[in-house]
């Protein structure tokens, strides 16, 4: 596996489910981000992880929560999501948050709430 | 102040054509302004970057021109071709840096045959 993995690709939950996300990333980079993209909507960036430690909330609601176990695994946990949480979620990865190093997307992850 | 007004929001080209997307800032400290290529089912790929020290930036078909005192900056396509169709990306951070960068809500590039 090469790049940045995302799964599932697909994912539909009820509004009282617990699922989570998954991100890995096999470029030996340090920084992982959550990014939202919705439809007529600029990506959003939802989280970064610097080194592990989260260095961005971007004021995002509490029924999303990150984790980062190491730097090459990221999750995002969700629970009691709301329809307008519907969208696809982003992961990426860098060398480093903070520099202009480049951006790697992962495919995304295609949540629909139910 | 953080929004990059991209236009427009779709566009439709010939092949051969040269396809034109803008984008404008409003926060005078952003100053790393990268574009960032997305298809159908895939996640947006860095497509060229340019810093304000420099006017135009060209990287073989891709050109971004940057005009600082009127805070904006655009990507020229040039001989655009059928496989260039993808939805199209600029955005802007401050720092120089990719810590948080701010998207611009996209452009749908169509180019026909």
Redesign the interface.
Known sequence: ETGVTQTPRHLVMGMTNKKSLKCEQHLGHNAMYWYKQSAKKPLELMFVYNFKEQTENNSVPSRFSPECPNSSHLFLHLHTLQPEDSALYLCASSQVAGNTGELFFGEGSRLTVL | QQQ?KQSPQSLIVQKGGISIINCAYENTAFD?F?W?QQFP??????LI?I?PDVSEKKEGRFTISFNKSAKQFSLHIMDSQPGDSATY?C?ASG????????????TLLTVNP
């Open positions: 990059v790393y990268p960032y089912g895939k996640g947006p790929a860095l970057a810093r990306f955005a720092g120089g840096s990719n810590y948080k960068l701010t998207f611009g809500k996209g």
